[in-house]
């Protein structure tokens, strides 16, 4: 099994999806390299109001947060990239054919993506959230 030090994870414009998926994973792994990116991504937007209401919930704070778009390094970099859809996996496997056996669905083991909250009401990010941190707890014996 690889040694994972360095995970990256992926939306469409990192401020909804991967930043709430990247901050659950730092608190999870403050051992690893962890960090987020988009693949149209909302460059220099933080994170969307609803996602930071659902993780200070817990007390995690994603003020900080800056969308950046996803490029050829960050792809390197990674021990291993997720994802929150199927398309967006074959995209970034079709665009960087290196980034194949090390891009996963974020609901990889339940078989499932991950709905875009953005433009959403409250409810459907809370959804979203419960589902994210669902399918971290999943990838728990492989990290």
Known sequence: MMQIKHIL?????????????????????????IESAGIAAMVGHGADDKAKQCMQRIHLDMSTHIAKKLEATHIKQ???ILVMSQNQQKHIEA???????????LGHWQHKNVPDPYQHDQAFFDDTFQLIQQCIADWKKYI
């Not at 665009?95 to 669905?105: E, S």
């Open 78 to 80: 990674a021990d291993l």
């Open 95 to 105: 665009t960087w054919p290196f980034a194949k056996g090390k891009t996963f669905r």
């Open 9 to 33: 994870v992926v939306c469409i414009g990192n401020i909804c999806r991967s930043p709430m998926a990247e901050y659950l994973l730092k608190a999870q792994y403050p051992e690893l390299h």
